[in-house]
């Protein structure tokens, strides 16, 4: 009776062992011919914006590299989270990505009360893309020519002056909360549904200051009918280098980047991520995605998916502090 128990035993432990070589084997197999079919690069916010054409860019050269197609799916709504939450819950098998952005990633979580994921635990960073240098702008109808002007005319009028955002939680809307309090000033947020909107009224002069993308901004600074205060990030633009920083201005350390990065859902295989990372890291490096982004006023990146998580960790941080300090205000 013992004899056949053992053997039972034995039996069963080969079949366990054979179950997880075979699986073993498989998923190796699977991680090393990835992709084998199309890859989906899902974007949350409407087409052609900044996000959206370097996901095109990025889309387009991950093709040609791989020899698969990478669609790209513009899944807008509810401050980008709808489209987040789609690749938080993706099978985790390295054919539905997400163009992560400072809002999702990094900002929502402080801002949403009913978050339907997490942005630090529902997806594993691949590559930090891009990033863009915000401009604080006025109409050239607002009686300011520089950041210490501004400044001192939102002090002599607490609560009249306002700023406009494309929308609530976006890089527009903290830039502006971020020099709010750095400066100490009582200006009013007037969000709007795009940036579009937010600079018709800006150029009209029914808002005050709009810190919008550098991209969307160069055009009406080169017309003449915005004026440029200052560049958010910390050293001048290339493309535009008689405009101050806002640390130069004497809002002394300021940063402020819109930055997006290719993420995946949690648990998908390592030797994928790093398929991924590898590959777009040499474009990125490329002279043609250099001379399409820097033509848009973005700047590339890279690195390790290490470094991208720290990165995001790094961002939530600094965010969820400012959103909690000043209060500001969630749905």
């Known amino acids: 009776m013992n004899h056949f128990a053992n053997l039972k035993t034995l039996t069963n432990v080969i079949a366990t062992l054979l179950t997880f070589v075979c699986t073993t084997v498989t998923a ?27 996901a095109r860019i ?21 401050a980008g989270n709808i489209g987040a939450d789609a690749v938080a819950k993706a099978p985790a098998d390295g054919y539905t990505l997400l163009v992560g952005t400072t809002g999702t990633l990094a900002i929502n979580r402080y801002l949403y009360k009913d978050m339907t994921y997490d942005g630090l635990k529902d997806f594993a960073p691949v590559s930090y ?21 501004l400044i001192a005319l939102a002090k002599s009028k607490p609560g009249e002056l ?21 400066a100490g000033i009582d200006i009013v947020h007037v969000p709007y549904r795009g940036s579009a909107q937010a600079m018709n009224d800006v ?22 009918t915005l004026r440029p205060l200052a560049v958010t990030s910390i050293k001048r633009l290339p493309t535009l280098p008689e405009i101050p920083t806002m640390d130069e201005s004497g809002l002394k350390g300021y940063e402020s980047l819109s930055w997006s ?16 990372n590898q590959a777009i890291n040499r474009l990125l490096e490329t002279e043609d995605v250099k001379q399409r982004f820097a033509g848009m006023g973005v700047e590339p990146v890279g690195g390790t998916p290490e470094i991208f998580t720290r990165h995001i960790q790094s961002e939530s941080d600094k965010w969820g502090k400012l959103i909690k300090s000043a209060n500001i205000a969630t749905n």
Request: glycine content about 8%; charged content about 15%.
């Open 28 to 54: 190796q197999a699977q991680d090393e011919s990835y992709p084998n079919k199309s890859v989906r690069i899902i974007v949350p916010f409407a087409a052609g914006g900044s996000t959206d054409i370097v």
């Open 203 to 224: 150029l009209s002069g029914q808002v005050t200051m709009l810190i919008d993308n550098a991209p969307s901004s160069v055009g009406f600074i080169q017309q003449g």
């Open 58 to 78: 990025l889309a387009d050269k991950l093709g040609a590299e791989f020899k698969q197609t990478f669609v790209v799916d513009n899944r807008s709504g509810a």
């Open 129 to 149: 893309t891009s990033s863009i240098t915000n401009i604080l702008v006025v109409s050239s109808k607002i009686p300011v020519r520089t950041v210490a002007e």
């Open 261 to 276: 990065g290719i993420v995946a859902p949690a648990a998908t295989p390592q030797p994928i991520i790093a398929k991924l």
């Open 162 to 182: 306002n700023f406009a955002s494309s929308g609530a939680g976006s890089s527009t809307h903290m830039s502006s909360e971020l020099f709010k309090a750095m």
